[in-house]
């Protein structure tokens, strides 16, 4: 069955120290999205991004980055100097391709609650 | 440029009591679906559909109907609302394609 598996209920950091937000996941096929979301206090969902599982690069995105390792089933995010407004909480989600790759059958962690302190 | 609009974005009521959540989407997605998210359990599927006049269940669909007879439009009915469907309700579109989905700002709803 799929499962998305946050560990980190909550982090906590000091402005300009690097984070990462584990994120572990299940599925039996071959091929499947991973997706990253942001909820800032506003409440909103924020997409950063969407990896599918043929293409393991990593990606860098100005202090973001993500870290795709099939071989663990994992997609690690990690912010690089960290800033107060990065303070929000982290959702990973997978979805598999038998939905065409649709991302409205997202399964969702639990979320990671990241705190940045000044 | 309205993108996935939530109505309403807050509501209470009371048990029994039936409502509607409205979702709207200018952006000529097919694809549309419903979340709620409660505390410590992040976001739960609960229908979805595919296109103009199909629609399926997703995880927690018990309690709750859609229908989709145009493409803008998504609602969610709660037929008898229960102290459990307290939740943070979101509504979701995207192209279906390797595209960013969007979602709503999201409705709380309350029912005591």
């Known amino acids: 069955a799929q499962k998305v598996t946050q560990a980190q209920t909550e982090i906590s950091v000091v402005e300009k120290e690097d984070v990462t937000l584990d994120c572990v996941y299940e599925?039996?096929?071959?091929?499947?999205?991973l997706f990253w979301y942001k909820q800032p206090p506003s409440g909103e969902l924020v997409f950063l991004i969407r990896?599918?599982?043929?293409?393991?690069q990593n990606e860098i995105s100005g202090r973001y980055s993500w870290n795709f390792q099939k071989s663990t089933s994992s997609f690690n995010f990690t912010i690089t100097a960290s800033q107060v407004v990065d303070s929000a909480v982290y959702f990973c989600?997978?979805?598999?391709?038998?939905?065409?790759?649709?991302?409205?059958?997202?399964?969702f962690g639990k979320g990671t609650k990241l705190s940045v302190k000044p | 440029n309205a993108g996935v609009t939530q109505t309403p974005k807050f509501q209470v009521l009371k048990t029994g009591q039936s409502m509607t959540l409205q979702c709207a989407q200018d952006?000529?997605?097919?694809?549309m679906s419903w979340y709620r998210q409660d505390p410590g359990m992040g976001l739960r599927l609960i229908h979805y559909?595919?296109?103009?006049?199909?629609?399926d269940q997703g995880e927690v669909p018990n309690g709750y109907n859609v229908s989709r007879s145009t493409t803008e439009d998504f609602p969610l009915r709660l037929l008898s609302a229960a102290p459990s469907q307290t939740s943070v309700y979101f509504c979701?579109?995207?192209?279906?394609?390797?595209?960013?989905?969007?979602f709503g700002q999201g409705t709380r709803l309350t029912v005591v």
């Open positions: 989600a997978l979805s598999e391709a038998q939905y065409g790759g649709s991302q409205g059958n997202l399964i």
């Open positions: 599925t039996r096929d071959t091929t499947y999205y």
């Open positions: 990896r599918n599982s043929f293409d393991e």
């Open positions: 952006m000529n997605h097919e694809y």
């Open positions: 559909s595919v296109g103009a006049g199909i629609t």
């Open positions: 979701a579109s995207e192209t279906g394609g390797n595209t960013e989905a969007f």
